[in-house]
């Protein structure tokens, strides 16, 4: 940017850093949501639930497609696919 540039948008500087602010917070917000982390530690517990006996094999079933489900929407997410 030149000097002139700088000076004729200066007004619009709050702005911008606004705009930036924002965007870091939707890529951290992206981040947390895209995690696999949760999702496996989620299934972790629901395969101990199951062989504890405290769920039954429908509801692990259930619980774990939808699991699946989540996971593979991250990886299409984080391979820049869209499900």
């Known amino acids: 940017m030149g000097v002139f540039t700088q ?3 200066l007004p619009l500087a709050p702005v911008r850093g606004v705009v930036w602010v924002v965007e870091r917070v939707l890529e951290a917000a992206e981040d947390e949501f895209y995690d696999p982390a949760p999702v496996q530690r ?3 517990e629901l395969e101990r639930q199951l062989l504890a006996g405290e769920i039954d094999e429908e509801t692990f079933d259930r619980r774990e497609d939808a699991l ?9 997410h984080r391979d820049g696919l869209r499900p």
């Open 42 to 44: 989620e299934l972790a």
């Open 7 to 9: 000076l004729v948008t």
């Open 68 to 76: 699946l489900d989540r996971l593979e929407e991250i990886r299409a």
